[in-house]
């Protein structure tokens, strides 16, 4: 499958970065679900000049990024290997971030720290040379302080301008079945090409593997079922970016993980949970609509949800950093307890699949997080690269974009679960 990325193609002196996001999960975890979502709160748009495959793939999921209540995706089927180009527009990023990642990524990427220290250097130097010609120290320094705040706040607007102009910013999402990633190998291999073709040209690079957990996906296995067989891998993809190991860990269905976990629950009892779906009669979600049971209950073990999906925090795991963002992928969540067939209580967890951008601490954590990966690598860092020999201004870069592959299609097996706007 290394094939897959034998031939890549320039997309062009507009693009100031590019970000490669491998999301990884079992069939029905939500993995297309979150891309759409992502795609939503990036504002982003599919990316021109395409291939073939690569156009109709990014297309399709892209008038369902439109079109919440398009007919949905089926499953990723094992042995597809279906991959996004986006384009998002710098301006877009940055003014959605919060103050301190802003100020972070304009530093990184667009000199930032450079005007502020010019204009504190400069505004000290005022001041000691009012002081030195007699005037009252309380004057120089605040002429000094007055002339460094200005200078700052200049250099603030210089920075964003630039950062602005730079050109926009293509993120591709690979989207990679469980049964692959554990298989490991070829696709495996495919990611590492990539990166290496990405990393030798001048342009800022970020690569990192999402791993998308579905609480209910865990099952009653006390360790974890598939989930924590695919979270052992992450240390092996995150590893194909030598530079800096990073992962984002998607927890999705996060109002029925409180309600899994409430406070003095059993960690050893086990609950029945049945998702039903609102959705039209031609199979879209449909908020108004009855609600239409999606699967047989599936039993989870209290101690198990909250080990991984409610208690996991931020923080260098197996020698990678590791960032966790849980949302809601669906909407207007309702939990109401139910008599089963057999009298057993069963939790019914109901919602709309449509496709909504992230909001509230989910949004700001994925958009710094998604900055860092963009921009993080330091001149330091990029110099010990055999390939690359100095760092480049954000505007003066490069990076090719792989083209997809003779016969390879995003074909895919029925959904066996889960949000159906993205079935994966």
Known sequence: MASGAASLTDP????????????????????????????????????????????????????????ARAPSLDATAPGARPHYVYRVEPGSLLGQLGAGAKLGLLARTARLWLHVALALVNGALIGALLWFLGKAPALAAGAGGGLALVMSIVGLALSVRRFKSAGEIE??????????????????????????????????YGFAPVLVCNPLSLEWHKDGGSYVSLKKLLPMYASLDRIDRRALVV??????????????????????????????????????????????????????VQRHCRDADDGNE??????????????????VTRPGADGTPVLEYTYTDDVAAFDG????????????????????ARVSTAAIVSEPAIDEVVVPRPTAA?????????????????GS
């Open 12 to 67: 062009g002196d507009d693009v100031a970065a590019v970000v490669d996001l491998a999301v990884i999960g079992c069939r029905g975890d939500g993995k297309t679900q979150f891309i759409l979502n992502a795609i939503r709160t990036l504002d982003a748009y599919a990316a021109p000049g395409l291939a073939d495959t690569e156009r109709e793939n990014s297309q399709r999921i892209h008038r369902i990024a439109l079109d």
């Open 171 to 204: 993120v591709v999402f690979w989207d990679v079945a469980g049964e692959d990633a554990l298989k490991g190998g070829d696709y495996h291999e495919l990611l590492r090409i990539v990166v290496e073709r990405r990393r030798a040209e001048d342009r800022p």
């Open 251 to 304: 927890i999705t269905r996060a109002r029925l993980i409180e309600e899994i976990c409430a406070d003095g629950s059993d960690e050893d009892e086990r609950i029945a949970v049945r998702s039903l779906v609102r959705r039209d009669v031609h199979g879209r979600a449909d908020g108004t609509a009855l609600p239409v049971r999606h699967d047989e209950p599936v039993v989870v073990r209290r101690g198990a």
């Open 318 to 335: 197996h020698g990678i950093d590791v960032s966790y963002l849980r949302y809601d992928a669906g909407d207007d969540c309702t939990l």
């Open 361 to 380: 601490e989910a949004r700001g954590k994925f958009l710094a997080w998604l900055g860092e990966v963009a921009y993080r690598a330091s001149r330091a």
């Open 406 to 422: 003779a016969g390879e299609t995003a074909t895919s097996a029925a959904s066996s679960g889960g949000f159906s706007s993205g």
